[in-house]
């Protein structure tokens, strides 16, 4: 069955530094991946997409890269800020038409 | 900021009384979805929409049901609640229209069923 696994484990960096956070995937070549924020209590904000034709894209202080080889997704934040700290999803469209798969997260702390 | 609301944020219910949780978009949004995700773990997807009179079940079982009669509406019900059932839901919706497209999410609704 499709897995998506992201670092249980929560990442601790200092404000300032860029926070990589990897997403790997098996079982699947999909079309796209997404990446969402979640913060406490709260419902996921999408943040970024990139198609499987892509290795980069970028949003102002975010970047994704995508290895359809290594079956692997990056996450970049670079600058980090406290403002920051929060879940980082990522997500798969395992069966098409839209329907997400999502892995469990990883927990990002940004420390002054 | 997404224009997707949902009613009511946090609900202590006692077992077996039925109950619905309500979404809804301003957006005119075809596709909705529902997840239902606990603590410190995964969303998983148990009940989708492409339009008004379609409702899928995802790939989570869910006692639950779903309809969609407006286009902006897509409540859930549960019928006889059990402690089991308590979980935090999470309703979305997306454009529907590149296959591709990101998702909306509402702010949950945390469920608690004694």
């Known amino acids: 069955s499709q897995k998506i696994e992201q670092n249980s484990e929560a990442l601790n960096i200092q404000e300032g530094k860029t926070a990589t956070l990897t997403c790997n995937y098996t079982n699947y070549s999909p079309a796209y991946l997404q990446w969402y924020r979640q913060d406490p209590g709260r419902g996921p904000v999408f943040l970024l997409l990139i198609r499987e034709n892509e290795k980069e894209k970028r949003k102002e202080r975010l970047k994704v890269t995508f290895d359809t080889t290594l079956k692997q997704s990056l996450f970049h934040i670079t600058a980090s800020q406290p403002a920051d700290s929060a879940t980082y999803l990522c997500?798969?469209?395992?069966?098409?038409?839209?329907?997400?798969?999502f892995g469990t997260g990883t927990q990002l702390k940004v420390e002054l | 900021e997404a224009d997707i609301y949902q009613t009511p944020r946090y609900l202590v219910i006692g077992t077996g009384k039925k109950i619905t949780l309500e979404c809804s978009q301003t957006?005119?949004?075809?596709?909705m979805y529902w997840y239902q995700q606990d603590p410190g773990m995964e969303l998983h997807l148990i009940h989708y929409?492409?339009?008004?009179?379609?409702?899928e079940k995802g790939d989570l079982s869910s006692e639950s049901t779903v309809s969609r009669i407006r286009t902006e509406h897509f409540p859930l019900t549960l019928e006889s609640a059990r402690p089991s059932h308590t979980s935090q839901y999470l309703c979305a919706s997306s454009e529907g229209t590149s296959g591709w497209e990101s998702q909306y999410f509402g702010p949950g609704t945390r469920l608690l069923v004694l």
């Open positions: 957006m005119g949004h075809d596709k």
């Open positions: 997500a798969l469209d395992v069966g098409g038409g839209n329907k997400l798969t």
């Open positions: 929409s492409y339009g008004v009179n379609s409702t």
